[in-house]
């Protein structure tokens, strides 16, 4: 029986882990979490918010996730779409998903990410 959401894996390219703590860690304000010693030696990073983790794994051959993309809640989804953007993130906003507030923004190397906040 299916229980919860663990994770979310997105790609990254080889070397951009320091672009990555910058923006979800700094901008997203998320934590980042150990990756176990045996998986650390791959590169990546892993960030954890409300209980959701989201890893970042390097690949070779890297491209960005344009469609596919994790669905992120946030709170006062407004002030978070200013913070974004006051950090030069383009942020788009989308009001077609019924009884929700949301936006798009790209992490640093592209991939699509969703905000969203239930009115």
Not at 55 to 61: K, R, V, Y
Not at 94 to 116: C, M
Request: charged fraction near 25%.
């Amino acid at each position: 029986m299916l229980i919860a959401v663990d994770h979310v894996q997105l790609a990254a390219p080889p070397g951009s882990e320091e672009a990555l703590r910058r923006f979800y860690a700094g901008v997203l304000g998320m934590r980042e979490i150990p990756k176990p010693p045996v998986l650390a030696a791959r590169g990546g990073c892993w960030f954890e918010a409300g209980g959701v983790q989201l890893h970042l794994g390097i690949e070779e051959g890297f491209v960005p996730a344009r469609k596919a993309h994790p669905g992120l809640r946030v709170r006062d989804i407004e002030a978070y779409g200013a913070r974004l953007a006051g950090h030069g993130v383009r942020v788009t906003w989308d009001d077609t998903l019924p009884g929700h507030r949301r936006f798009y923004a790209d992490d640093p190397v592209g991939n699509r990410l969703e905000f969203l906040e239930p009115l």
